[in-house]
């Protein structure tokens, strides 16, 4: 009942605002304690609980307080336990159906009629989160790079790979010479001479793939600048590049986020490929 009172009243002020959506703060906030990301972390496996629990009873499944419960809320942006279940509500309602439980069940039940909704709700999802995550000085900074250089290199294993050929035949159609290697060979990395003009970007979507690790390590002693793209800005990966261009994370329990992610990685390039196209025509 509280959600048909209060709708109108919020639909166009939640309309106004998509960049203060709820699930992406849930997903994406930071300076939480340990009981705050456990109830984060349930609220998001379990979103529909919300709207039928009193702050009470949401305290009670989570293990923790009413007051846990409503100091969270305030720090998500709404004036109080009873403002985030409202919001929150419409905001799921705008999610497509076959998309609003964790284990997607469209994917289980191969329906390509949900898919029509499903699939560019998925890409517009990895999208904004993307674009929300970029940093602009830090994407000027290698976009400059890339124009400066005699050559890319990318790196990437599995899907990986397959992206960075994709990457680097856009690139090559405008006469810059670009590489894309599958699991990175050691030897060819160790013997290869330093050079200034080859720009890397090494693809980790965990930025904790060894193999890649170990790239970033070799080209980074050998003083060649080296972009990580991943879904961690705080990875092992990132730590031994120069800059870290940040991915939608990809989860292995959610099968759909591997579709996320490569439309995320995609994007990245394809704003660096697009930064290349006026000096090149």
Not at 193 to 201: D, E, G, Y
Request: hydrophobic share 35%; charged share 20%; with cysteine.
């Amino acid at each position: 009942m509280w959600r048909h009172v209060y709708w109108d009243n919020y639909r166009e002020e939640w309309n106004n605002s998509m960049e203060s959506k709820l699930l992406q703060k849930l997903k994406y906030a930071s300076q939480l304690t340990a009981q705050e990301k456990h109830i984060v972390d349930y609220i998001l496996n379990n979103p529909e609980v919300v709207f039928d629990s009193t702050a009470h009873e949401l305290a009670q499944q989570t293990y923790t307080s009413s007051s846990t419960i409503v100091r969270l809320c305030k720090k998500l942006g709404t004036k109080g336990y009873p403002d985030f279940q409202l919001k929150l509500a419409l905001e799921y309602q705008q999610i497509p159906s076959a998309l609003q439980t964790q284990d997607h069940a469209i994917a289980e039940q191969g329906n390509v009629l949900a898919a029509i909704d499903s699939v560019p709700y998925l890409y517009q999802q990895a999208l904004d989160d993307t674009r929300r995550m970029l940093n602009a000085p830090v994407l000027l900074r290698i976009a400059n790079w890339v124009k400066e250089s005699g050559r890319i290199d990318i790196y990437g294993s599995d899907m990986n790979y397959y992206l960075a050929q994709q990457a680097c035949a856009k690139w090559n159609e405008l006469g810059i010479s670009a590489i894309a290697h599958n699991s990175p060979n050691m030897h060819y990395l160790n013997t290869m001479n330093p050079n200034s003009l080859t720009l890397s970007f090494v693809i980790s979507h965990t930025g904790e793939n060894q193999s890649m690790i170990e790239a970033a390590k070799v080209l980074s002693n050998k003083q060649m600048k080296v972009i990580a793209v991943t879904g961690n800005n705080h990875s092992t990966l990132s730590r031994h590049c120069d800059e870290t261009l940040l991915a939608y994370g990809y989860n292995e329990q959610l099968r759909l986020s591997k579709m996320s992610s490569m439309v995320s990685v995609l994007y990245i390039f394809d704003m660096l490929y697009m930064g290349s196209i006026s000096d090149t025509y």
